[in-house]
């Protein structure tokens, strides 16, 4: 009986080694095999993204700043100087901004406290700048007199602003002269006092 049970034994252990080989035990292996999968498909998805946002990024800059450079960290630091110069462009606008505003309010004080005639002529480097004080229903033709009279001074226009202030406009006129020495202010004041108010 013995030597009959020793076969069935043996007959047996093949089985065990099928059950241990069974596709339920490896369930671990072939999950573990799927996430690998799954990890490398998200990095292959991660650096792709990053590839295109640096891409991006890269389009957004000025040439100058990424000239000769290659690697992403090149481009970071290209970005970051790009962003620090706008900073201070930004400053200096701003500031320049607060200096034409008060300029601005100044030269408003000076024609409404002052009997000018709406008119005040000065100098400034390599001309004279003349501030004009308008109501919002000015006459027409009125800067057009200015401007002629101006020529005729022999003043080359360089810029004219127009800005709101209270209740009427603040011309600004630059003007640039060959030989500033020879400018009569006062004079040339009160002939654009008489083109901007022709009925006084």
């Known amino acids: ?40 498909e998200m990095e292959k998805q991660r650096r792709q993204e990053m590839a295109n946002l640096n891409a991006c990024l890269r ?4 040439i100058e700043y990424i000239k000769g450079k290659r690697s992403i960290s090149d481009h970071m630091h290209g970005a970051v100087n790009y962003i620090n110069d706008l900073q201070m462009k930004i400053q200096d606008l701003g500031t320049k901004r ?12 000076q024609l409404d406290s002052t009997s000018t005639g709406g008119v005040v002529v000065s100098p400034c480097f390599g001309g004279v700048e003349i501030l004009v004080r308008t109501g919002f229903r000015e006459e027409a033709g009125l800067l057009s007199r200015v401007m002629e009279l101006l020529l005729e001074e022999g003043l080359s226009v360089v810029s004219c602003v127009s800005t709101k202030v209270n209740e009427g406009l603040l011309h600004t006129i630059n003007c640039k002269a060959a030989d500033p020495s020879c400018i009569d202010l006062s004079m040339l004041q009160q002939k654009l006092v008489d083109a901007v108010n022709p009925s006084s």
């Open 59 to 62: 389009s957004l800059l000025p």
């Open 1 to 40: 009986m013995e030597g009959s049970n020793l076969p069935k034994n043996m007959e047996k252990s093949p089985g065990k080694r099928v059950l241990l080989n069974t596709p339920g035990n490896n369930d671990g292996n072939t999950s573990g095999d799927d996430r690998k999968i799954i990890r490398r």
């Open 98 to 109: 607060d200096e034409l505003r008060k300029q601005s309010n100044i030269s408003a004080s």
